[in-house]
């Protein structure tokens, strides 16, 4: 019963304690204290332990110290107190008071476990249970992370753990409770099982933006690094996860270097001993802080190009993803870091990912067509070494057959080879890209569509790819299918690819047989339709048709 009333007590402080106006501060102490004691009341209640006689004691010390505060909550509520000064010195005294008594209960709590064996965690609620539920079941392993032993610590962190994983509401009751976060921030430097569940948790929390300041605030991120350097396996992978989690926002990238992080993070990515999951996470942490100018120069003179080009030929899809990405971030705007990449043989590992015959996925192929298109594409050198590496033949392959994305990935280095200078172009022509290129005008994608009238329009601007186009009686009368279905979608959404696809007709009309055939079309009327709304480039397509039947008329007037 002595219990029941307390909680009572105590619940009824808290309520009035949100109306009084002034002392806020004093009385938001308060108020975390008395909420420590509910929740300590309620777990030696749930004990079911034999009778202690020190908690009888401590109840009725708690009841007399929930009287004095309802006393000094009322005074402050009607300001009918003596002096500020004296009332300040009377709440604290207060808050010191329940402070005593959430560490007595707590002793009692730890003894009970202890003695009774309780080291099974209690029950975690339904779904369907209330906040207030919640809140408890968090101070309640809370308690048992501060006052258990190795194994029950473990335990609570591990059902923690599964708590914040299936419900997103734990994590808000973490953040909010009274020192959980400085409770797991501690644990990194606790023993190895302990650390590692640590570390989960820590990561869980890190992946909501709105609670990373928090864990920042806290100063988190010097024991992420040290378990960086010290820890096992499992550990150093939560690690690295979480810092690539906090270095998302570039503000914490020199709070991860001035603690040792890089160098950390760069012996992870050099040893070829650790798994590839942590490797591929710190190459994540790396690409986020190389956007800091003297981090990236610090990693060049460290020759770490040439250990993530290595990393590009790993056997493990994310870490080929990831190395990929930190080299594209590291060499797309820095030309040192560039000629490095080509020296060291970084296009022609890029290249090999896309082979079709080699192992692998499908994700690893589209970044590193991602990367061809981002940085080989500076200088001749670097055209040069990429045309040398079969990439024509895989590229070729990858449009016919590689999955949509890839597809995609493969299309924009298509179209941006495309627009180099003709003998390239005439390389691609006689690689057979035209009919590739014909066969995605028709894409559902309007990005798809645009890259590949570009890319085609480019093709044909050379005498040669343009007759081999020209071969295939039915491409112009598709082309011009094509545009009369865009200019249907074009009068409902705006959104056609008509401009491309009439660049390449005006391409074509410097062909005699090409300019017949279109001006013989059912799609003349088309045409013209678009020119009288002013469109410049249809204007120029009738233009060059019309000079073609005024020549026809004046040829049939010379020869009759």
Request: net charge neutral; proline share 1%; aromatic share 6%.
């Amino acid at each position: 019963m002595g219990e029941a009333s307390v909680k009572e007590s105590i619940s009824s402080l808290i309520s009035l304690s949100h109306s009084i106006k002034s002392f806020t501060v004093k009385w938001q102490l308060i108020r975390t204290k008395l909420e420590e004691l509910y929740s300590g009341i309620t777990s030696v209640e749930n004990l079911n332990s034999d009778f202690d006689p020190s908690l009888s004691t401590l109840i009725n010390a708690i009841l007399d110290s929930l009287q004095e505060s309802h006393d000094l909550a009322s005074r402050c509520l009607n300001v009918s107190f003596s002096g500020k000064l004296l009332m300040q010195s009377d709440l604290d005294v207060m808050s010191g008071k329940f402070d005593r008594h959430v560490r007595n209960l707590s002793r009692i709590y730890s003894s009970e476990i202890l003695r009774h064996g309780f080291a099974i965690v209690v029950s975690k609620p339904s779904d369907k249970a209330c906040r207030d539920d919640m809140r408890f079941y968090v101070r309640d392993l809370l308690t048992r992370m501060k006052i258990g032993d190795v194994e029950m610590k473990k335990q609570a962190l591990v059902k923690l753990n599964e708590s914040m994983e299936e419900d997103d509401r734990y994590m808000k009751i973490v953040v909010e409770t009274s020192d959980m976060v400085n409770v797991l921030i501690e644990f990194l430097d606790s023993e190895i099982g302990i650390q590692e569940e640590a570390c989960k948790a820590l990561f869980l929390i890190s992946g909501f933006d709105s609670y990373k300041p928090v864990l920042i605030r806290s100063c988190v991120v010097g024991p992420l690094v040290r378990v960086l350097e010290n820890g096992n396996v499992v550990g150093r992978e939560a690690s690295a996860r979480c810092l690539m989690k906090l270095t998302e926002n570039s503000e914490n990238a020199w709070s991860v270097s001035a603690h040792g992080g890089v160098a950390a993070l760069l012996k992870i990515c050099s040893c070829g001993e650790f798994g590839g999951e942590l490797i591929a996470s710190s190459c994540g942490v790396l690409r986020n802080l190389v956007g800091v100018e003297e981090i990236k120069r610090y990693m060049i003179e460290e020759d770490m190009v040439s250990t993530f080009i290595k990393l590009i030929g790993s056997r493990d899809e994310i870490v080929q993803v990831n190395s990929i990405d930190l080299l594209s971030s590291m060499c797309c705007r820095d030309e040192e870091s560039r000629e490095i990449l080509v020296r060291g043989g970084g296009i022609q590992e890029l290249v090999l990912v896309s082979d079709p015959n080699t192992f692998s996925s499908s994700k690893s192929k589209e970044m590193a067509l991602r990367a061809i298109h981002n940085l080989c594409f500076g200088s001749v050198s670097y055209l040069n070494a990429l045309l040398s590496s079969r990439f024509l033949d895989h590229l070729l392959y990858l449009l016919r057959n590689g999955e949509t994305s890839v597809q995609e990935s493969a299309l924009k280095v298509t179209s941006r080879l495309c627009s180099l200078p003709a003998d390239v172009k005439r390389i691609m022509g006689d690689a057979g890209f035209i009919p590739e290129l014909v066969r995605f005008l028709d894409a559902k994608s309007l990005r798809v569509r645009e890259m590949a009238s570009e890319a085609l329009y480019y093709l044909i601007s050379v005498p040669k790819n343009r007759k081999k186009f020209l071969q295939e009686d039915c491409n112009i009368s598709y082309i011009l299918q094509l545009l009369d279905q865009e200019e249907r979608m074009n009068e409902r959404s705006d959104l056609g690819n008509t401009k491309s696809l009439i660049l390449i007709l005006i391409s074509l009309t410097s062909c005699n047989s090409a300019r017949r055939k279109i001006s013989a079309s059912g799609y003349l009327k088309i045409i013209e339709k678009l020119a009288e709304r002013e469109d410049s480039d249809a204007k120029k397509l009738v233009k060059k048709l019309s000079r073609n039947r005024f020549h026809t008329i004046l040829g049939g007037i010379w020869h009759s």
